[in-house]
């Protein structure tokens, strides 16, 4: 199957960056979109930013013009560049993926297990 682990989160103060990366691994046969949801205590989990194999983006309106996403086909790695944070983006980060596993005949979507982003001061 396909395994997706994340890294890069942790504290930080308003008006600072972070950058989130992804990694997936296991038996891949293709990926297609990738991309972040995010998940702040009692509300929904929301979709954050997204880029499809061809690096089409696109973005939530809350992050426009201070995220950055990015990926990297060979690697198999999408990346979130976070600037400007403020508290209200403070949430728990799950990378996602719409991939085809070695021998599956379908697409499915995988989920990181997830990394805690806190802005505050």
Request: hydrophobic share 35%; with cysteine; glycine share 10%.
């Amino acid at each position: 199957q396909v395994q997706l682990v994340e890294s890069g989160g942790g504290l930080v103060q308003p008006g600072g960056s972070l950058r989130l990366s992804c990694a997936a691994s296991g038996s891949i046969f293709r990926i297609d979109a990738m991309g972040w949801y995010r998940q702040a205590p009692g509300n929904q989990r929301e979709l954050v930013a997204d880029i499809t194999r061809g690096a089409s983006t696109n973005y939530a309106d809350s992050v426009k013009g201070r995220f950055t996403i990015s990926r990297d086909n060979a690697k198999n790695t999408v990346n979130l560049q976070m600037n400007s944070l403020k508290p209200e983006d403070t949430a728990v980060y799950y990378c996602y993926a719409v991939a085809k596993a070695d021998g599956s005949r379908r697409y499915e979507m995988y989920w990181g297990q997830g990394t805690q982003v806190t802005v505050s001061s």
